[in-house]
């Protein structure tokens, strides 16, 4: 059974700073890696999607990079800022399977 | 955006009471998939769709039944809805592992208070 693991589930950083968000998984067959973020009372918006073969995505100032044979992937956010503040979700595909796992999240607070 | 609505966006009910939540898509992708999002839980998978009429369990479907009907529209019915049930709910697509990205797209979910 696929777990998906995301340290820390929360973090607090001052304005303009760059940032690293973490996601680990148990089980390599995976299809694709994405990642989402979270407003308060909203839906899931999808922020980048790194398929297997791939090692990362860039959108921004956000870098998703992906080690399958580490079970890792990494969220590098640049020059933080308030608006960034939400909940980031990492979600993992399996290979051959149509369902995803999900972690529960690392909330980023951005303090101006 | 994907063109994903989710009605009704709010509900609140008795226990006991059958409960239909509707999701609709624009964008023709093969599946669907409803999720219920809980504190200490996360996001988990209650039942998804790979085609009309095809249909599977997810991880906590026990409660929960879906038809797929048409290739735009999943429907999530509670045959009688209980406390445990109270949530909220979200929709999603995606086109699929063959031939195509895989990537899901959320609609913006609809709160179920069950009294």
């Known amino acids: 059974k696929q777990e998906v693991t995301q340290i820390p589930a929360a973090l607090s950083v001052p304005e303009g700073e760059n940032l690293v968000l973490n996601c680990s998984f148990t089980?390599?067959?995976?299809?694709?890696l994405q990642w989402f973020r979270q407003d308060p009372g909203k839906g899931l918006t999808s922020l980048l999607l790194?398929?297997?073969?791939?090692r990362e995505q860039t959108s921004g100032r956000l870098n998703a990079s992906l080690d399958k044979s580490s079970g890792r992937s990494t969220l590098y956010i640049a020059a933080s800022q308030p608006g960034d503040s939400a909940t980031y979700l990492c979600a993992v595909t399996r290979a051959n399977a149509g369902k995803s796992t999900f972690g529960d999240g690392t909330t980023l607070t951005v303090k101006p | 955006d994907a063109g994903i609505t989710q009605s009704p966006r709010h509900k609140v009910t008795e226990t006991g009471t059958p409960v239909t939540l509707r999701c609709h898509q624009t964008e023709n992708h093969r599946y669907m998939y409803w999720y219920r999002q809980d504190p200490g839980h996360g996001l988990r998978l209650i039942h998804y769709?790979?085609?009309?009429?095809?249909?599977d369990k997810g991880e906590v479907s026990d409660g929960y039944s879906v038809s797929r009907s048409k290739t735009e529209d999943f429907l999530l019915t509670l045959e009688s809805a209980t406390s445990s049930q109270t949530s909220v709910y979200f929709c999603a697509i995606s086109d699929g592992l063959a031939g195509g990205t895989g990537e899901l797209f959320f609609g913006e979910g609809s709160r179920l208070t069950v009294l």
């Open positions: 769709s790979y085609g009309v009429k095809d249909t």
């Open positions: 790194i398929q297997s073969s791939q």
């Open positions: 089980d390599s067959a995976i299809y694709n």
